[in-house]
Structure formats: structure tokens, C-alpha cells
Antibody
Framework: EVQLVESGGGVVQPGGSLRLSCAAS????????MHWVRQAPGKGLEWVSL????????YYADSVKGRFTISRDNSKNSLYLQMNSLRTEDTALYYC????????????????WGQGTMVTVSS | EIVLTQSPDFQSVTPKEKVTITCRAS??????LHWYQQKPDQSPKLLIK???QSISGVPSRFSGSGSGTDFTLTINSLEAEDAAAYYC?????????FGGGTKVEIK
């Protein structure tokens, strides 16, 4: 079964840091680009970051650029998001998502989503 | 940044009725437009990719059309289980963006 399972969310003070993880199974992980997408409570979806299958290319939304770092360990079938200098507006449910096949330059639709991990930034 | 504008924001529909949701892009994105369904307390689910390509396991009452800047998601003969929020998403250029969402309520 193709599956993504996020972990690492929690409550953190403004200015703090958190590292999210996403464990992948059921597909050839390093074949696909992976993404982080977030959803603030009661709001819509916001793309956060993208990493290519080999990890060599990364992209970020302007709202997180310079504060968040996406990475992956293909030997562990895992995706990560290091979040530093957290702000109250980063409070959201964070999803990891997989690019759909076929592999294309850039990005594709997201065919598999995890269940999300909640990040709350509050003093 | 490509802005996706969905309409309507909210729609209350009776079962078996036809639902049409539109998504307009601020510039041409070819057919790089995808549709998702998100039911309450669930993760988004891919319904349609590349404007009109069907996804395995998605009921045939869901269909998509359009290209360039104007796209449509159609739900033929709405069922109670289709109560959800629907989002469009473009992968034509970075940053990737989503529409604001359309909430479909069953009367």
C-alpha cells in the first residue's frame, strides 16, 4: 500500500524550531519529487516546498524562504522539513505529498497525501 | 505568481443535481491544472489531473475540462458523499498555487 506518514508536529513558541518527518512506503521513493503543503485552521491549502527525487533541487514559497529547509534521505524513504524562526502565521496542519506519475520536469499533481501533522506556534 | 480564482466559494446543492465549479488562472497554464476533494477532517484526494485526465478509483461523475486560463470541474448527479471542499492547483510554474476552495454542501 502506498502510504505517507508525517510526524514531528507540536506546540512551539514564536522564534522556535521544529523538524517534521514524513515516512514513505509502497513506492520507489527516489523516483518522485516530494512536497510539503500546509493548511491553517479553517483555511485553504498552501504549497510550502518541493524537493526533486534525487534531492538536488529544492524550491520554497516566499512565505517560508530562508526559514524552512526541505531535505530527504532516500536510503530511509524519508522526507523532512526543518522549520526555524517560526511565526504565529506558520500555525497549520502540514501535509507531505507525492508527485503523481509520470515523472515530469518541475512538478506534477499530488497523487498521495499523508494525514498531516499539526504545528502550533504560540506563546 | 499565478493566482487561481475559484467560484463559487460555496454551493448548496440537492442530491442528483449537477455541480459546476470554475477555476480561473491569472495567466495561461496550458493544461497543468489539477482538482482535489477534501472531506472534513480528511487529507485532500486527487480527482482530476491535467485539466481532464481521470484518476483510477474516482467515480465517473467527476469530470474536468478547460485549458489556458479557464477550467471547470463538473460533478454529474451529486451524491451525499460528495459533500466536501474542492480545490484547483496549478503545476505550470513555481511557486505552485491552489485556488481558494469551493465548499459543496448537500441540501
Amino acid at each position: 500500500e502506498v502510504q505517507l506518514v508525517e510526524s514531528g508536529g507540536g506546540v512551539v513558541q514564536p522564534g522556535g524550531s521544529l523538524r517534521l518527518s514524513c515516512a514513505a512506503s509502497g513506492f520507489t521513493f527516489d523516483d518522485y519529487a516530494m512536497h510539503w503543503v500546509r493548511q491553517a485552521p479553517g483555511k485553504g491549502l498552501e504549497w510550502v516546498s518541493l524537493i526533486s527525487g534525487d534531492g538536488g533541487s529544492t524550491y520554497y514559497a516566499d512565505s517560508v524562504k530562508g526559514r524552512f529547509t526541505i531535505s530527504r534521505d532516500n536510503s530511509k524513504n524519508s522526507l523532512y522539513l526543518q522549520m526555524n524562526s517560526l511565526r504565529t502565521e506558520d500555525t497549520a496542519l502540514y501535509y507531505c505529498a507525492k508527485d503523481a506519475p509520470p515523472v515530469v520536469p518541475g512538478a506534477n499533481a499530488f497523487d498521495i497525501w499523508g494525514q498531516g501533522t499539526m504545528v502550533t506556534v504560540s506563546s | 505568481e499565478i493566482v487561481l480564482t475559484q467560484s463559487p466559494d460555496f454551493q448548496s446543492v440537492t442530491p442528483k443535481e449537477k455541480v459546476t465549479i470554475t477555476c480561473r488562472a491569472s495567466q495561461s497554464i496550458g493544461s497543468s491544472l489539477h482538482w482535489y476533494q477534501q472531506k472534513p477532517d480528511q487529507s485532500p484526494k486527487l480527482l482530476i489531473k491535467y485539466a481532464s485526465q481521470s484518476i483510477s478509483g474516482v467515480p465517473s461523475r467527476f469530470s474536468g475540462s478547460g485549458s489556458g486560463t479557464d477550467f471547470t470541474l463538473t460533478i454529474n448527479s451529486l451524491e451525499a458523499e460528495d459533500a466536501a471542499a474542492y480545490y484547483c492547483h496549478q503545476s505550470s510554474s513555481l511557486p505552485l498555487t491552489f485556488g481558494g476552495g469551493t465548499k459543496v454542501e448537500i441540501k
